[in-house]
């Protein structure tokens, strides 16, 4: 079945760096678009980041536009997001989502992605 396990969360004071990793298992995800959602308390889930598996097109959110960057390693089955300049409000619990590629472009909301990681939680100090 399919997995995806996040890591690399933690406490960081503002200004400062994080970063996330998502390793994936249970199939070939070429073919997929693998995404960067977070939720903070209150709030509904969003959509940061997302990247397609088989040729590296990326997207972004514009609150993390020149802020953060998604990668991924083919040969590991993981995908990263490297989190510079974080702000308070980037605080939220952070998962890793897979979606399969459809036309139209790299989707954004959470109803197009099938696997969902457990989180992991970012939190940003003032």
């Known amino acids: 079945q399919v997995q995806l396990v996040e890591s690399g969360g933690g406490l960081v004071q503002a200004g400062g760096s994080l970063r996330l990793s998502c390793a994936a298992s249970?199939?070939?995800?070429?073919?997929?678009?693998m995404g960067w959602f977070r939720q903070a308390p209150g709030k509904e889930r969003e959509f940061v980041s997302g990247i397609a598996w088989s040729f590296s097109s990326t997207i972004y959110a514009d609150s993390v536009k020149g802020r953060f960057t998604i990668s991924r390693d083919l040969a590991k089955n993981t995908v990263y997001l490297q989190m510079n300049s974080l702000k308070p409000e980037d605080t939220a619990v952070y998962f890793c989502a897979a979606a399969k590629f459809r036309t139209g472009g790299l989707p954004t909301s959470t109803g197009a992605y099938d696997y969902w990681g457990q989180g992991t939680q970012v939190t940003v100090s003032s």
């Open positions: 249970g199939r070939t995800f070429s073919g997929y678009v």
